[in-house]
């Protein structure tokens, strides 16, 4: 059975930083495009960053080009989101996802997701 766990998400200041974790269990990660998405009140989930199963390759929201990495330790299993300088418009659930082959930036490629963890920015 695939799991995926986010963990990381808090409450932080404009211009803070939080990373985010998500172990994955029951697949090999490196063998899976690992995403991150988020949703905001209101709206709809979107794209943050994808990475590919090798880490060889990423691929970045513009919104977060710069100030987001996303990075992958095969040992642990596990796919971080590091966010920098972060704005109040970053306040989401944040949600990690898998997908076999190639990354992908559309939510619907994505076959297994997490339950998501709450980012709050605000003074």
């Known amino acids: 059975q695939v799991q995926l766990v986010e963990s990381g998400g808090g409450l932080v200041q404009p211009g803070g930083s939080l990373k985010l974790s998500c172990a994955a269990s029951g697949l090999t990660i490196s063998s899976y495009a690992m995403g991150w998405f988020r949703q905001a009140p209101g709206k709809g989930r979107e794209f943050v960053a994808t990475?590919?199963?090798?880490?060889?390759?990423?691929n970045y929201a513009d919104s977060v080009k710069g100030r987001f990495t996303i990075s992958r330790d095969s040992a642990k299993n596990a796919v971080y989101l590091q966010m920098n300088s972060l704005k109040s418009e970053d306040t989401a659930v944040y949600y990690c996802?898998?997908?076999?082959?190639?990354?992908?930036?559309?939510?619907?490629?994505?076959?297994?997701w997490g339950p998501g963890t709450q980012v709050t920015v605000s003074s």
């Open positions: 990475i590919s199963g090798s880490g060889g390759l990423t």
């Open positions: 996802a898998a997908k076999r082959g190639l990354l992908a930036t559309t939510e619907s490629r994505y076959e297994y």
